[in-house]
């Protein structure tokens, strides 16, 4: 099996209803498995989610979990989960899909390198950056 890099995203409570939004995004298979599963007797967290994985028709992974109470979430601008490709109909539903109810910071249209490009945030606070390349004249 070859290596491979994942984005593993944190949430506060609410990795199951992200992870139900990015499968409806992107589609695919994925798996939640919660606190409990893992024996937990902490009823604050048994019902959470310990690990959740989607893996696309496309072969991408994304990962991701709730994080334990207590545990802050600190958003930033030092990670952003970056879509790449020549694809430009699959990349463009992804884009509607993921600003839909988020931020746009750049909208998605031709930059000066040439390609599409556009960053946003989605309602889950997560940062994404889409870039279409252009096919060669």
């Not at 604050?44 to 989610?49: E, G, K, N, P, T």
């Given at each position: 099996?070859?290596?491979q890099l994942?984005?593993?995203?944190?949430?506060?409570?609410?990795?199951?209803?992200?992870?139900?939004?990015?499968?409806?995004?992107f589609g695919?298979?994925?798996?939640?498995?919660?606190?409990?599963?893992f024996g937990t007797t902490d009823p604050?967290?048994?019902?959470?989610?310990m690990?959740?994985?989607?893996r696309?028709?496309?072969?991408?992974v994304l990962?991701?979990?709730?994080?334990?109470?207590?545990?802050e979430?600190r958003r930033g601008n030092?990670n952003t989960?970056?879509?790449?490709g020549?694809?430009?109909?699959?990349?463009?539903?992804?884009?509607?899909?993921?600003?839909?109810g988020?931020?746009?910071?750049v909208p998605?249209?031709?930059?000066?390198?040439?390609?599409?490009?556009?960053?946003?945030e989605d309602r889950?606070?997560?940062?994404?950056?889409v870039?279409?390349a252009?096919?060669p004249?």
């Open positions: 099996m070859t290596s994942n984005p593993y995203l944190n949430f506060a409570g609410n990795t199951r209803e992200a992870m139900g939004f990015y499968h409806r995004v695919g298979e994925f798996a939640l498995t919660t606190f409990a599963k604050a967290i048994a019902d959470q989610i690990h959740g994985r989607l696309t028709p496309t072969g991408h990962m991701a979990s709730d994080l334990p109470p207590g545990t979430i030092a989960v970056c879509l790449s020549d694809d430009a109909d699959e990349l463009r539903r992804w884009w509607a899909q993921l600003a839909e988020g931020v746009v910071h998605l249209e031709r930059q000066m390198w040439g390609d599409e490009f556009g960053q946003c889950f606070g997560t940062p994404w950056m870039n279409i252009q096919q004249a």
